[in-house]
């Protein structure tokens, strides 16, 4: 009887199976399961190749699937996590899940229903969204007149891939390609192999350059032995014990041991190359361009990962109309391992086709493009508004008209040193109408903002030039020889113009026809149109004004261009240029649809900066100093400061300023040798107090109590250490020599 009803019950529970497969499932929380005021939580069905099929949303305690049951036991799984951000969906699939720590449910059915009695809590979280900076430059070693010059590879195609590796040990039980027993046994034997070569290692080679592909073998090789002993001098040594393991024999004892010794490890794996499409696993995240300075990056925005980021760069680069590959070198050893964010990763390319950088710019039209003041200052990026005060710290604001934001983004950098002025012209230009441009300046108001009245403006004059590269091959390299003509200044002295060079160096007529026989090409198609010394002005707001016409019987004529002509750089991408806005431009009166120059304003400010420290002095903790003989208790020359109550204080002040408040400092007093803090430092801007130094008669000062300048010492000696940082900039760095101030002075505490 009990068999006849287990196989009826059999019978009726197949029937009642048949019916239910095909129902959509539902998962159906518990009250007890935390998750009832848990908001965006989604069920996930990942298919058995990690790929996620289906998200649904929790409403209330329950999610339907459009999944059957039927559909879920065909080795399906099934998670719960929060809902996933956009910006992660392209990304996302059944490892990311599991990295995020997404919850796998357990399939027992009860119909076509799924009941789950609770869910860990870190589930009910949103998802860390980490926003990290994948960051590097790509560069060149080119033969320049006879000199090896490193310069920046511009505009190749750097592709950033996530390396991890299946040496996972415990894994995460996602194997889209299971690591099989043959590959293990095989390392095993190859290490076996390298265990009895008994060489001395010397340091590991950096291989750059082109790769070929790899392919999966199907099956067991014989170990190249010859190979192995040729190669083995370049690898570090293997502890004993690790070796050991290594060739123990089994498998599981290997993977663990490569799992546990992967950093001494994958240098090995960098001869085996045959073998990495089972041990690594190379996904690439995106395809980024290297800038005109060979800069490129990435932000990765990542889920929780339950191990380091491995980031992994290949580059390609256009020649001759085709992407080559011109670097890309052995996975392992190249990857970098534990990647931290906002590392430069700097690739030095070696592949001979590789030319100087142009920056690829092709400026269609008639247009003058304004790019920079130095590298970085572009117009956009520099206030033209005299009434913009920007509030800087501690309710102080600055007037910053003529100031740029490259050094402090709250845009109070003014200018200084030597700056030059980067101008590109369109390939419509020269015309006939307009052959030759100039620079303008015109001091406005003096260094206070004063208004200047009946200033004219002056002609910026001197020798401009435009260089290009004569190019010759030998011996399997280029050779870069650099000439250069000569663009004026044409006329003299308020009447001088510079000629516009040609597009197509071939058209130039100013470059020698020797010159044209050979491979020749512009060094840049922008270049420094005018420079001037901002040390022979006084200080102060000035206009500069981009002027285009001809040059007619020795002077230079203004000619009115359409407003499109004079174009600025992008406020957000400075390797694209925008039309001029109306503020930036000198209208035309007699036709407001053209404008006679470009014109813009720059604050120049060459003041250096002041730090003095004063003598530290004895107060009786109130606020009051202390008097022996009359005389105030003061560190002085020698140093010393006698206190007589742990109730007595010392009153620290410094002077850190600059005449136009356009700077920065940072202060802070070290005692001994510096591991028992003070807790006394203080930076930001010179204009007010901060971190607990008041501002007052030019002076930061802070009272600070005995006990906590000494700690448990008691007695010690003292460390004042003060800088002063200038924020003027030349458009390209921040200046230093003759601007930044410092000073040091040292006093000690002592009660006997």
């Not at 369109?426 to 003096?446: E, M």
């Not at 004569?470 to 003299?492: C, D, Y």
């Amino acid at each position: 009887m009990p068999k006849i009803l287990n196989r009826v019950g059999g019978i009726h529970g197949g029937m009642k199976m048949k019916t239910q497969e095909h129902k959509p499932v539902t998962i159906r929380l518990s009250a007890e399961s935390g998750a009832g005021e848990a908001k965006n939580l989604y069920a996930y069905v990942a298919d058995k190749r990690g790929k996620v099929i289906e998200s649904v949303p929790f409403k209330g305690l329950e999610a339907q699937l459009r999944s059957t049951r039927g559909e879920l036991e065909g080795q399906a799984k099934l998670y719960i996590a929060q809902g996933v951000p956009s910006q992660a969906a392209s990304k996302l699939n059944e490892r990311t899940l599991l990295k995020a720590g997404a919850y796998q449910v357990v399939q027992n059915f009860s119909g076509h229903v799924i009941d789950v009695l609770r869910v860990p809590a870190a589930v009910l979280q949103p998802w860390i969204w980490n926003n990290c900076l994948i960051t590097g430059h790509l560069s060149k070693d080119f033969l320049i007149d006879g000199q090896s010059v490193n310069q920046p590879v511009c505009n190749a195609r750097v592709h950033i891939c996530e390396v991890e590796t299946e040496f996972v040990f415990p894994h995460i039980p996602i194997y889209y390609r299971p690591i099989p027993d043959w590959v293990i046994s095989e390392i095993s034997e190859r290490f076996a192999s390298l265990s009895q070569l008994n060489v001395a290692p010397p340091p590991i080679p950096d291989p750059i350059g082109p790769i070929s592909q790899t392919l999966i073998s199907t099956g067991p090789r014989p170990a190249p032995a010859a190979s192995l002993k040729m190669k083995a001098a370049a690898l570090p040594e293997i502890p004993a014990h690790v070796l050991r393991s290594l060739t123990s024999g089994s498998a599981e004892t290997v993977r663990q041991a490569i799992y546990a010794n992967h950093a001494l490890l994958y240098p090995y794996f960098c001869l085996w190359p045959i073998y990495w499409p089972w041990l690594y696993t190379c996904d690439e995240e995106t395809v980024v361009y290297s800038d005109c300075n060979g800069h490129f990056e990435m932000w990765e925005n990542t889920f929780s990962e339950d191990g380091p980021l491995n980031i992994y760069v290949w580059v390609e680069v256009n020649i001759n109309g085709q992407w080559v590959t011109v670097y890309r070198p052995s996975l392992p050893c190249h990857t970098w391992w534990n990647y931290t964010c906002g590392t430069d990763i700097n690739i030095k390319v070696t592949d001979p086709r590789v030319m100087p950088c142009d920056c690829g710019i092709n400026a269609h039209g008639e247009l003058a493009w304004f790019r920079s003041i130095g590298e970085s200052a572009t117009a956009l990026h520099i206030e033209q508004s005299d009434a913009n005060a920007v509030s800087v710290q501690g309710g102080v604001s600055l007037f910053n008209v003529g100031c740029t934001d490259i050094i402090d983004a709250k845009r109070i950098s003014p200018f200084g040193g030597t700056l030059n002025f980067k101008l590109l012209f369109g390939d419509g230009l020269p015309t006939a109408g307009v052959t030759h441009y100039r620079w303008t300046r015109t001091r406005i108001k003096d260094a206070n903002l004063n208004d200047i009245f009946g200033a004219s403006p002056q002609v910026i004059n001197g020798q401009v030039a435009k260089t290009y590269f004569v190019i010759t091959q030998s011996g399997g390299q280029f050779h870069f020889e650099t000439h250069a003509i000569t663009l004026g200044a044409e006329g003299s002295g308020q009447d001088i113009g510079y000629r516009i060079p040609q597009w197509d160096i071939y058209n130039e007529p100013l470059v020698p026809s020797t010159d044209k026989a050979l491979t020749i090409q512009w060094t840049s198609p922008d270049f420094w149109s005018a420079s001037i010394d901002s040390h022979a002005l006084d200080d102060g707001l000035y206009r500069f004004d981009l002027e285009l016409g001809t040059m007619s019987a020795g002077a230079f004529q203004v000619v009115a261009v359409p407003k499109a002509v004079f174009q600025v750089s992008d406020y957000s991408n400075s390797g694209n240029s925008v039309n001029a806005p109306d503020y930036d431009l000198h209208i035309d009166s007699g036709n407001t649809a053209h404008a006679l120059a470009l014109s813009f304003k720059v604050r120049i400010d060459n003041a250096p900066c002041s730090a003095v420290i004063q003598n530290a002095e004895l107060t009786d903790g109130a606020g009051h100093l202390v008097y022996v003989n009359g005389v105030p208790v003061v560190s002085g020359k020698c140093g010393f400061i006698h206190y007589t109550s742990l109730a007595q204080g010392v009153r620290i002040s410094f002077n850190a300023s600059h005449p136009r408040n356009f700077a920065t400092f940072s202060f802070g007093v070290i005692k001994g040798n510096n591991t028992d803090p003070t807790g006394v430092s203080a930076s930001g801007y010179v204009l007010s107090g901060v971190d607990g130094f008041a501002l007052s008669g030019g002076l930061f000062t802070q009272d600070v109590s005995v006990p906590q300048l000494l700690g448990t010492c008691p007695q010690a000696a003292f460390s004042e250490n003060l800088n002063v940082y200038a924020l003027a900039t030349d458009g390209t760095y921040r200046l230093q020599s003759g601007y930044d101030a410092s000073d040091v002075k040292a006093f000690a505490l002592s009660n006997t």
